[in-house]
C-alpha cells in the first residue's frame, strides 16, 4: 500500500494516449461547450507516472464538479486504487477552487473484488452514466477474411445483401455533417435519445483534423440511388478505433446500411494500424426485454469481446454541498423516468387505438 503522503499532483500537458477521452483533443473540444479543462501528473513512489484530464464545471457559485473519464490507471493495484482516487481527489481541492465533487467514471473491468474496493472509499452512482458502462471490442489484428468468419452468420450475410442492392459507403467530406445531422435527428427521434446541435458535432469533426497529434475523425455515408440512408463518426486514437456516434433514417432499412457502414469503418480502421475496433455502447445484458435490446444483438453481431466497466463514482470533497447535489440529481433522475413511462404509455394507447 502506497504511504498517502508521499502522492502528490502537478500541473503537466498530457501526454499522448490511445484513450481519446484523456486526451489534449478532447480537453480542448469540450471547452467549446461550456468545460474547463485542467491536466496533471500524479506523482507516487514505485508508479510510472500518472496523467490525468480533469474536466470542470461550475454549478452554482462555490460549487464547482469536477469529471474525470476514463483515467488510465489500469497499472494501479486494485486494493489501492480507492485510496488513490480518493487522496487525488483531495489534493484537486487546492487547484480548482470551490470543487465539491469529483467523479470518475471508470474504464477498469468491473469485477467483484474492484466494485468492493471501491465502495470502501468511494459513493457508487448506479442507473446512471455518462460514457458508455458496457461495450464491445472487435479484434483487428486477424486478417480481414477471418474477422468477417467471426462475425455472426446474418451479419456477414446482411452485409454482401447491403452491397447487392446497391448501398454505397463514402468517406464524406466535413461539410456533409449538416446531411448527417438530419438523419440523426431521426434516429433521436426514433430511439428517444438526447443528441447535441449541429455546432457540437461539426466542432468534434474538424477538431479532429487540425492536428496529427490528434485523433482522427472520419464521416462514413451510406446512400442507395443518392438517398442518404445512414451514416457513422468513427475516431482513430493510434491503435484503437471508436465508433462514437451514428445516425439512420427511417427509409429501405431493409437494405441493412448499418451493417455496409460498420463494415466499412472496420476495414478503415484496420488499414489505419488499429487493431482494435469499440463500438462503444451496448445494453448491460442480452435481456430481450430492454429498450435498446435491438442494438445489443447489433453490435455484439460484429464478433468482439464483452466488456463491463466499474462505472460512476464519486469522491465528496464538500459533504454539505454534495448531499444536497445528489438530492437534486436522483429528483430529477425521477422526473425523467416518469416521462419515458409516460411516453411508453402514450405509445402503447396510440398504437392500441390504430
Not at 488499414?271 to 482494435?276: D, P
Request: with cysteine; glycine share 4%; charged share 20%.
Amino acid at each position: 500500500m502506497h504511504n498517502m503522503s508521499t502522492i502528490s499532483l502537478h500541473r503537466e500537458p498530457l501526454p499522448e494516449t490511445d484513450n481519446f477521452l484523456q486526451s489534449s483533443f478532447w480537453a480542448q473540444f469540450k471547452e467549446f461547450f461550456g468545460w474547463k479543462s485542467h491536466s496533471f501528473r500524479i506523482v507516487a513512489p514505485n508508479t510510472p507516472p500518472l496523467y490525468i484530464s480533469v474536466l470542470t464545471r461550475q454549478l452554482a457559485p462555490y460549487s464547482v464538479l469536477a469529471y474525470i473519464p476514463h483515467p488510465s490507471i489500469e497499472a494501479l493495484a486494485t486494493t489501492e486504487i480507492p485510496h488513490i482516487l480518493a487522496k487525488i481527489s483531495s489534493l484537486l481541492k487546492a487547484h480548482i477552487p470551490g470543487l465539491f465533487v469529483v467523479r470518475w467514471d471508470l474504464h477498469l473491468e468491473k469485477t467483484p473484488e474492484l466494485l468492493q474496493a471501491l465502495s470502501s472509499r468511494l459513493s457508487s452512482i448506479p442507473d446512471m452514466f455518462i460514457q458508455p458502462q458496457d461495450t464491445t471490442i472487435v479484434d483487428l489484428s486477424p486478417p480481414l477474411e477471418s474477422i468477417l468468419e467471426h462475425m455472426h452468420k446474418k451479419t456477414r450475410y446482411n452485409i454482401k445483401l447491403a452491397e447487392k442492392k446497391g448501398v454505397k459507403v463514402i468517406q464524406a467530406p466535413l461539410h456533409d455533417i449538416v446531411k448527417w445531422y438530419e438523419i440523426y435527428k431521426e434516429t433521436a427521434e426514433r430511439d428517444r435519445i438526447s443528441i447535441h446541435s449541429l455546432a457540437y458535432y461539426q466542432k468534434f469533426f474538424s477538431l479532429s483534423q487540425q492536428s496529427y497529434a490528434f485523433p482522427q475523425a472520419s464521416l462514413f455515408l451510406a446512400y442507395h440511388d443518392e438517398e442518404l440512408l445512414a451514416g457513422v463518426i468513427v475516431l482513430v486514437t493510434n491503435d484503437i478505433a471508436t465508433y462514437v456516434y451514428g445516425a439512420s433514417s427511417n427509409k429501405k432499412r431493409n437494405l441493412m446500411p448499418n451493417y455496409a457502414l460498420q463494415w466499412h469503418a472496420i476495414c478503415h480502421a484496420k488499414k489505419q494500424g488499429a487493431t482494435r475496433y469499440d463500438l462503444f455502447g451496448i445494453p448491460p445484458s442480452a435481456n430481450e426485454d430492454h429498450p435498446m435490446f435491438g442494438l445489443y444483438q447489433f453490435k455484439v453481431s460484429f464478433g468482439g469481446s464483452i466488456h463491463h466497466h466499474a462505472g460512476l463514482w464519486d469522491a465528496p470533497v464538500g459533504h454539505i454541498r454534495y448531499f444536497f447535489f445528489r438530492r437534486l440529481e436522483k429528483l430529477r433522475q425521477c422526473i425523467n423516468h416518469w416521462k419515458k413511462h409516460e411516453f411508453k404509455k402514450k405509445t402503447k394507447k396510440t398504437m392500441q387505438s390504430s
